[in-house]
């Protein structure tokens, strides 16, 4: 009956999830999944922000650098491969710390999302994108509608590749994806932690960041993958600065063009993130990353958050000793909210 913990720690790109993981990690014998769905990728380490030596030496990750560049991974194999990864962590006795800023990726493990098994078809997809810059993303979207009038209410039409991949599943199954994506919540007991900042000061710091990325060598990264044959229609190029750089090198625009479309399409991605990760969102317990104290607020509900587990956990084998005509009222009353806490 023990439900075995999950801790996620989420929020926009370079607010400090990874620091955070690290000292909770090392508090109370954490690994971490990263939930980053540019980090899995090889060769792609400047512009993904990967974890430095150091703190993979710190800190036990997992799901980082585990394909190719030119893989495509579904969020159904991300999401097989976090549960795994999950459980091989309870397994060796250590506390899970789902931590990244991909809101999909976060929370299809967290609410346990049922995803189609349809494998990308990518000549399917390549004449979807036509049809898409043919008719424009609305009556593409329109599209999209006619089948899946579900999905479609949930897209917003300027998101085309998750339109695609929409049509996609509806087009290789007949089979709407809005009726393959039916949740079960995972076995875990889950707290959810969210790391904020007012939104111009993390502008800011992204902006100092994209300019230490460009000093550490981000341009001769992406000039590296471009020469070993990875091109800019990949997903993995579809990251924040890889399509940006690469439109530099191919004589496109000027680096400078270049830089500032990425600080520019960052602070687009954040406000993303954020549409992923709302502040109202009573599930997420938000912490200001400019408070002094913030880590240490962090490990004191962490460590609540698991005495607590320990004392239902007691509470829930007292019960089952007692006489079976007793149990239904005594467990409903040692409920325990899945995700977070209820006022968090």
Known sequence: ?????????????????????????????????????????????IGTAKPSTDELVAAPHRLIDIVSPDYVLTLAEFQERAYAAIDAIHAQGDLPLLAGGTGQWVWSVVEGWGIPRVPPDLTLRAELEAAAKTVGSEAFHAKLAAVDPDAAAKLDHRNVRRVIRALEVYLKTGIPISAHQKKSPPPYRILMIGLNMPRESLYLRIDDRIDRMMEAGFLAEVEDLLARGYNLHYPSMSGLGYRQLGRYLHGEISLEEAVALTKKETRRFIRQQYNWFRLDDERIFWLDVLASDFADLALAKLSAFLEEGENVTAQLDKVYEKEPSTLDAELLALQVVSIGDEKS
Do not use: N
């Open 1 to 45: 009956m023990k439900l075995p913990p999950l801790i996620a720690i989420v929020g926009p790109t370079g607010i400090g999830k990874t620091a955070l993981a690290i000292k909770i990690a090392q508090a109370f014998s954490g690994q971490i999944v990263s939930a980053d769905s540019r980090q899995v990728y090889q060769l792609m380490d």
